[in-house]
Protein backbone atom coordinates (compact mmCIF):
# COMPACT_ATOMS: atom_id res chain seq x y z
CA UNK A 1 0.00 0.00 0.00
CA UNK A 2 0.81 3.65 -0.54
CA UNK A 3 1.38 5.71 2.43
CA UNK A 4 0.27 8.96 2.83
CA UNK A 5 1.50 11.30 5.61
CA UNK A 6 0.00 14.55 5.87
CA UNK A 7 1.56 17.56 8.45
CA UNK A 8 0.90 18.80 10.70
CA UNK A 9 -2.17 16.99 12.24
CA UNK A 10 -3.32 19.64 13.77
CA UNK A 11 -2.59 23.81 13.23
CA UNK A 12 -4.77 26.99 14.76
CA UNK A 13 -5.12 30.20 12.81
CA UNK A 14 -6.95 33.01 12.58
CA UNK A 15 -9.75 34.69 10.27
CA UNK A 16 -7.70 36.14 6.92
CA UNK A 17 -4.46 33.65 7.65
CA UNK A 18 -3.07 31.72 4.76
CA UNK A 19 -2.16 28.23 5.68
CA UNK A 20 -0.21 25.44 4.16
CA UNK A 21 -1.03 21.69 4.43
CA UNK A 22 1.82 19.03 3.21
CA UNK A 23 1.19 15.72 2.27
CA UNK A 24 3.91 13.27 1.51
CA UNK A 25 3.80 9.94 -0.45
CA UNK A 26 5.67 7.51 0.03
CA UNK A 27 6.22 6.13 -3.20
CA UNK A 28 5.82 8.58 -6.56
CA UNK A 29 2.05 8.61 -7.35
CA UNK A 30 2.18 11.28 -9.94
CA UNK A 31 -0.50 14.14 -9.55
CA UNK A 32 -2.68 11.55 -8.66
CA UNK A 33 -3.48 13.60 -5.26
CA UNK A 34 -6.88 14.56 -4.39
CA UNK A 35 -7.83 16.52 -1.09
CA UNK A 36 -11.20 16.91 0.69
CA UNK A 37 -12.48 18.85 3.67
CA UNK A 38 -14.47 17.50 6.11
CA UNK A 39 -16.56 19.30 8.81
CA UNK A 40 -18.03 17.73 11.61
CA UNK A 41 -21.31 15.10 11.70
CA UNK A 42 -20.49 15.48 7.57
CA UNK A 43 -19.34 13.13 4.74
CA UNK A 44 -16.14 15.15 3.10
CA UNK A 45 -16.15 17.26 -0.06
CA UNK A 46 -13.50 16.95 -2.64
CA UNK A 47 -11.74 20.31 -2.97
CA UNK A 48 -9.05 19.65 -5.39
CA UNK A 49 -8.29 16.90 -7.80
CA UNK A 50 -5.06 16.02 -10.15
CA UNK A 51 -2.90 17.86 -7.06
CA UNK A 52 -3.76 21.42 -8.98
CA UNK A 53 -7.45 21.38 -10.57
CA UNK A 54 -10.02 23.32 -8.24
CA UNK A 55 -13.27 21.12 -8.26
CA UNK A 56 -16.32 22.91 -9.23
CA UNK A 57 -17.95 25.63 -6.97
CA UNK A 58 -14.69 25.35 -4.79
CA UNK A 59 -13.41 29.01 -4.34
CA UNK A 60 -10.68 30.36 -5.88
CA UNK A 61 -8.53 30.81 -2.16
CA UNK A 62 -8.01 26.87 -2.28
CA UNK A 63 -5.08 25.87 -4.43
CA UNK A 64 -2.78 22.68 -4.27
CA UNK A 65 0.39 21.81 -5.92
CA UNK A 66 2.85 19.14 -6.27
CA UNK A 67 3.67 16.44 -7.79
CA UNK A 68 5.54 13.03 -7.20
CA UNK A 69 6.18 12.26 -3.71
CA UNK A 70 5.41 16.00 -1.83
CA UNK A 71 1.94 17.95 -2.12
CA UNK A 72 0.63 21.31 -0.42
CA UNK A 73 -2.99 22.81 0.38
CA UNK A 74 -2.99 26.38 0.65
CA UNK A 75 -5.86 28.35 1.79
CA UNK A 76 -4.96 32.18 0.55
CA UNK A 77 -7.07 33.27 2.97
CA UNK A 78 -9.05 31.61 5.96
CA UNK A 79 -13.02 31.89 6.75
CA UNK A 80 -14.98 31.20 9.03
CA UNK A 81 -16.19 27.94 6.95
CA UNK A 82 -12.63 26.65 5.94
CA UNK A 83 -12.15 25.68 10.15
CA UNK A 84 -12.56 21.78 9.51
CA UNK A 85 -10.17 18.60 9.18
CA UNK A 86 -8.59 18.03 5.50
CA UNK A 87 -7.19 14.83 4.11
CA UNK A 88 -5.19 14.13 1.55
CA UNK A 89 -5.86 10.65 -0.72
CA UNK A 90 -4.34 9.10 -3.86
CA UNK A 91 -5.77 7.81 -6.65
CA UNK A 92 -2.56 6.19 -7.88
CA UNK A 93 -3.57 2.77 -7.32
CA UNK A 94 -5.57 0.57 -5.18
CA UNK A 95 -5.85 0.70 -2.21
CA UNK A 96 -6.61 4.57 -2.61
CA UNK A 97 -5.43 5.50 0.83
CA UNK A 98 -5.55 8.00 2.80
CA UNK A 99 -3.42 10.69 4.69
CA UNK A 100 -4.39 10.69 8.21
CA UNK A 101 -6.10 14.46 8.32
CA UNK A 102 -5.03 18.24 9.07
CA UNK A 103 -7.38 19.44 12.06
CA UNK A 104 -7.65 23.53 11.25
CA UNK A 105 -8.81 25.12 14.45
CA UNK A 106 -9.41 28.80 14.73
CA UNK A 107 -6.83 30.44 17.18
CA UNK B 1 -28.20 16.54 -9.87
CA UNK B 2 -26.46 13.46 -8.98
CA UNK B 3 -27.30 12.11 -5.37
CA UNK B 4 -25.82 9.35 -3.23
CA UNK B 5 -28.51 8.03 -0.78
CA UNK B 6 -27.41 5.74 2.05
CA UNK B 7 -29.49 2.94 4.18
CA UNK B 8 -29.81 4.27 7.58
CA UNK B 9 -28.25 3.32 11.32
CA UNK B 10 -27.94 0.35 12.42
CA UNK B 11 -27.45 -1.19 15.63
CA UNK B 12 -26.18 -4.57 15.91
CA UNK B 13 -24.74 -7.71 18.21
CA UNK B 14 -21.25 -9.49 17.49
CA UNK B 15 -21.21 -11.91 15.33
CA UNK B 16 -24.35 -11.16 13.23
CA UNK B 17 -24.95 -10.15 9.88
CA UNK B 18 -25.89 -6.82 8.04
CA UNK B 19 -26.23 -5.39 4.50
CA UNK B 20 -25.88 -1.56 3.82
CA UNK B 21 -26.63 -0.19 1.06
CA UNK B 22 -26.24 2.92 -1.15
CA UNK B 23 -28.52 4.47 -4.14
CA UNK B 24 -27.39 6.28 -6.92
CA UNK B 25 -29.23 8.61 -8.92
CA UNK B 26 -28.58 11.27 -11.57
CA UNK B 27 -26.03 9.66 -13.21
CA UNK B 28 -25.20 6.65 -15.24
CA UNK B 29 -24.58 4.23 -12.06
CA UNK B 30 -22.96 1.15 -14.37
CA UNK B 31 -20.53 3.16 -15.92
CA UNK B 32 -18.62 4.92 -12.95
CA UNK B 33 -16.60 3.16 -10.00
CA UNK B 34 -18.76 3.43 -6.71
CA UNK B 35 -16.60 3.21 -3.31
CA UNK B 36 -17.16 2.54 0.44
CA UNK B 37 -14.95 4.80 2.98
CA UNK B 38 -15.07 4.19 6.50
CA UNK B 39 -14.28 6.19 9.96
CA UNK B 40 -14.15 5.17 12.93
CA UNK B 41 -15.51 7.00 15.69
CA UNK B 42 -12.92 10.10 16.44
CA UNK B 43 -10.71 9.16 13.66
CA UNK B 44 -9.57 9.73 9.69
CA UNK B 45 -10.78 8.54 6.38
CA UNK B 46 -9.98 4.81 5.26
CA UNK B 47 -10.58 3.67 2.16
CA UNK B 48 -12.41 0.27 2.33
CA UNK B 49 -13.60 -1.36 -1.31
CA UNK B 50 -14.79 -0.39 -4.51
CA UNK B 51 -16.77 -1.86 -7.39
CA UNK B 52 -17.97 -1.12 -11.07
CA UNK B 53 -21.26 -1.80 -11.53
CA UNK B 54 -21.04 -2.61 -14.93
CA UNK B 55 -18.94 -6.11 -14.76
CA UNK B 56 -19.24 -6.26 -10.63
CA UNK B 57 -15.25 -5.47 -10.94
CA UNK B 58 -14.10 -5.24 -7.74
CA UNK B 59 -10.95 -4.07 -5.42
CA UNK B 60 -10.74 -4.08 -1.84
CA UNK B 61 -8.23 -3.01 0.96
CA UNK B 62 -6.02 -5.31 1.55
CA UNK B 63 -6.28 -5.32 5.50
CA UNK B 64 -9.87 -5.69 5.02
CA UNK B 65 -10.56 -8.01 2.23
CA UNK B 66 -12.32 -11.26 3.96
CA UNK B 67 -14.09 -8.91 6.21
CA UNK B 68 -16.46 -7.27 4.18
CA UNK B 69 -18.34 -7.86 0.64
CA UNK B 70 -18.84 -5.46 -1.45
CA UNK B 71 -21.61 -5.61 -4.51
CA UNK B 72 -23.44 -4.10 -6.89
CA UNK B 73 -27.38 -4.30 -8.24
CA UNK B 74 -27.63 -2.04 -11.46
CA UNK B 75 -30.77 -2.57 -12.22
CA UNK B 76 -31.92 -0.79 -8.96
CA UNK B 77 -28.52 1.70 -9.04
CA UNK B 78 -28.00 0.20 -5.76
CA UNK B 79 -24.68 -0.45 -4.16
CA UNK B 80 -23.82 -2.50 -1.27
CA UNK B 81 -21.70 -3.32 1.73
CA UNK B 82 -22.01 -6.43 3.66
CA UNK B 83 -20.69 -8.07 6.77
CA UNK B 84 -21.53 -11.80 7.61
CA UNK B 85 -19.84 -12.01 11.35
CA UNK B 86 -19.60 -8.63 13.01
CA UNK B 87 -17.19 -6.93 15.29
CA UNK B 88 -17.32 -4.45 18.07
CA UNK B 89 -14.17 -3.30 15.86
CA UNK B 90 -16.64 -2.66 12.42
CA UNK B 91 -18.18 0.01 14.86
CA UNK B 92 -18.16 3.29 12.64
CA UNK B 93 -19.27 5.53 9.98
CA UNK B 94 -19.12 4.45 6.46
CA UNK B 95 -19.62 6.52 3.68
CA UNK B 96 -20.31 5.54 0.06
CA UNK B 97 -18.59 7.75 -3.09
CA UNK B 98 -18.57 7.66 -7.13
CA UNK B 99 -15.50 7.82 -8.23
CA UNK B 100 -15.37 10.74 -11.01
CA UNK B 101 -14.18 9.87 -14.71
CA UNK B 102 -10.69 10.53 -15.73
CA UNK B 103 -11.56 14.26 -16.33
CA UNK B 104 -11.29 14.24 -12.23
CA UNK B 105 -8.58 12.25 -11.76
CA UNK B 106 -10.98 9.07 -10.15
CA UNK B 107 -11.10 11.07 -7.23
CA UNK B 108 -14.30 10.42 -5.23
CA UNK B 109 -16.58 13.60 -6.57
CA UNK B 110 -20.01 12.67 -4.64
CA UNK B 111 -20.56 10.88 -1.60
CA UNK B 112 -23.57 9.70 0.81
CA UNK B 113 -24.59 11.14 3.87
CA UNK B 114 -23.26 8.27 5.97
CA UNK B 115 -24.38 4.91 7.50
CA UNK B 116 -23.38 4.92 11.48
CA UNK B 117 -22.35 0.91 12.10
CA UNK B 118 -22.58 0.30 15.89
CA UNK B 119 -21.91 -2.92 16.82
CA UNK B 120 -22.06 -4.00 20.74
CA UNK B 121 -23.07 -6.68 22.87
Known amino acids: DIQMTQSPSSLSASEGDRVTITCRAS??????LNWYQQKPGKAPKLLIY???SLQSGVPSRFSGSGSRTDFTLTIGSLQPEDFATYYCQQSYNTPQTFGQGTKLEIK | EVQLVQSGAEVKKPGESLKISCKGS????????IGWVRQLPGKGLEWVAIIYPGDSDTRYSPSLQGQVTISADKSISTAHLQWSSLKASDTAMYYC??????????????WGQGTLVTVSS
Open chain 1, 50 to 52: AAS
Open chain 1, 27 to 32: QSISNK
Open chain 2, 26 to 33: GYNFAKYW
Open chain 2, 97 to 110: ARQGDSAVYYAFDY
